[in-house]
Nanobody, 117 residues
Framework: QVQLVESGGGLVEPGGALRLSCETS????????MGWYRQAPGKKRELVAT???????QYGDSVKGRFTISRDNAKNTVYLQMNSLKPEDTAVYYC???????????WGQGTQVTVSS
């Protein structure tokens, strides 16, 4: 059974930082591109960042220079370090595991991030 479990969300003031974690099980983690997406109320889900099994990460334009995605293949976990948070970063953040050749596209349940004073 595939599971992606996000944690680390919460309420933070503008300018603050949070670190999200997504622990996976049931997949051969090393072979998957991992990603973070977010969805704010009334908006479409958008890319935050992705990190392939090999190669460098990619970021959405709105988070470049503020967010950092990383992965620990030994722990089957992907992280999202979010710095200099803004109110517009408020959203539910979802973890994604994707493997094109296998046709696999898995999602976590999401974790709420709220940036407000």
């Amino acid at each position: 059974q595939v599971q992606l479990v996000e944690s680390g969300g919460g309420l933070v003031e503008p300018g603050g930082a949070l670190r999200l974690s997504c622990e996976t099980s049931g997949i051969a983690f090393r072979g998957y591109q991992m990603g973070w997406y977010r969805q704010a109320p009334g908006k479409k889900r958008e890319l935050v960042a992705t990190i392939p099994s090999l190669g460098g990460p990619q970021y959405g334009d709105s988070v470049k220079g503020r967010f950092t995605i990383s992965r620990d293949n030994a722990k089957n976990t992907v992280y999202l370090q979010m710095n200099s948070l803004k109110p517009e970063d408020t959203a539910v953040y979802y973890c994604n595991a994707w493997k094109l050749v296998a046709g696999h596209d898995y999602w976590g349940q999401g974790t709420q991030v709220t940036v407000s004073s």
